[in-house]
């Protein structure tokens, strides 16, 4: 009897057919479940980054804004997938220094300060906002305030 109990334990070492089809098929169902919530992650990662490039750059543009004395503003088109950055010259005249674009799939729904956000050569922001929207229309803003502080605001309809 010792001897057949022994054969069997020798015998089951691995998984069996059903097993491992069942196990397959658990996996290929989390698998396209996933693959069909990307598009919605994908696009959230991408508005994120896109506000978090608006915030560097106006850190970058305050910083510039202090150094070399004069006044540096943020240009936003609304509607447009891009945005520059401008610096004011010794004629009071704004001259293009650096263009950005944004992520693939966002770009810029609103800008309630006319589409600019300025510094003076102080570092002193004006208040504005600039929001941007994904491809599913998620809408996400950022806050410049008088002190020069960036705030990304939460999600939005």
Known sequence: MQGRVQRT?????GF?????????GLVSI??????????????ALQLDAGLHQIAADLHAAQTLAIASAARVRLVFPVGGAAYRRERMDDAGVF????????????????????????FSARGQGENGTVT???????????RLNQRGRVTILPVGP
């Open 95 to 118: 001259q293009a220094d650096l263009s950005r674009q944004l992520p693939p799939g966002i770009q810029i729904a609103d800008a309630n300060s006319g589409g600019d956000l300025v």
């Open 132 to 142: 941007l929207a994904d491809r599913s229309g998620i809408r996400r803003g950022i």
């Open 30 to 43: 989390v698998l396209a479940t996933a693959a069909l919530g990307w598009p919605h992650v994908d696009a």
């Open 9 to 13: 334990a020798q015998q089951r070492t």
């Open 16 to 24: 069996s057919l059903l097993e491992l089809l069942i196990a397959l």
